[in-house]
């Protein structure tokens, strides 16, 4: 069956431009996770849903994050004048609720 | 605060040789603890999970984890290494409900 996939797998912006990243995950998965991976670093969590709602969002760094899941399915991570600190691989993973994550391919966004 | 550790950034051990990747948890309630394997250019891949009962839990391909309380530790193992084990190895440690926090990330190298 299909996995949880990430859009665009490679995303180049400049500093101060707004990007968004998109997460499909795998049908029927209620949870949804989103994290940022730095070089050399493991996942760093931003943030979580469960449904359509944003069970918690204490990882995300500042208010430059933003991030939906409108129908509780596909869920878009906006980040606004970007900076070149935020370059980073960040990764989508997808639960049906026991704990177990599937994770995506990632995104690497980088700031030029 | 919630931290997981894997002191080592790389291991090497001969192929056929047993194998033991670190990690080490900080004391905070009773997380769950997970082993997740990644290969280049791939998402993450669950290896095996820790929620409670026997110290000594099994995985995928041939893997298996000690959980040790006294010690706060949960090291991967396998008896046997393989070349194709050769990958980037994360632990992983779940304080909250559904939050999740990684290691830094062990490199193994297997050599034939």
């Known amino acids: 069956g299909a996995g949880v996939s990430q859009t665009p797998s490679n995303k180049v912006t400049e500093k101060g431009k707004y990007v968004e990243l998109r997460c499909d995950p795998i049908s029927g998965h209620t949870a949804l996770y989103w994290y940022r991976q730095s070089l050399g670093q493991g996942p760093e969590f931003l943030i979580y849903f469960q449904g359509t709602g944003a069970a918690d969002d204490s990882g995300l760094p500042n208010d430059r994050f933003f991030a939906v899941r409108p129908e509780g399915s596909v869920s878009t991570l906006k980040i606004q004048r970007t900076e070149r600190g935020d370059s980073a691989v960040y990764l989508c993973?997808?639960?049906?609720?026991?704990?177990?994550?599937?994770f995506g391919p990632g995104t690497r966004l980088t700031v030029l | 605060a919630q931290s997981v550790a894997q002191p080592e950034d790389q291991v090497n051990v001969a192929e056929g040789n047993p194998l033991t990747v670190k990690c080490t948890y900080s004391?905070?309630?009773?997380?769950?603890l997970f082993w997740y394997v990644q290969y280049p250019n791939r998402g993450l891949q669950f290896l095996l999970k820790y929620i409670t009962g026997d110290n000594l839990v099994k995985g995928s391909y041939g893997f298996e984890a000690e959980f040790n309380k006294s010690q706060t530790s949960f090291h991967l193992k396998k008896p046997s290494a393989l070349v194709s084990d050769s990958a980037l190895y994360f632990c992983a440690a779940e304080y909250n409900f559904n939050k999740f926090y990684f290691g830094s990330g062990t490199k193994l190298n297997v050599k034939p």
């Open positions: 004391v905070s309630g009773n997380p769950y």
């Open positions: 993973a997808s639960s049906p609720g026991e704990n177990e994550q599937f």
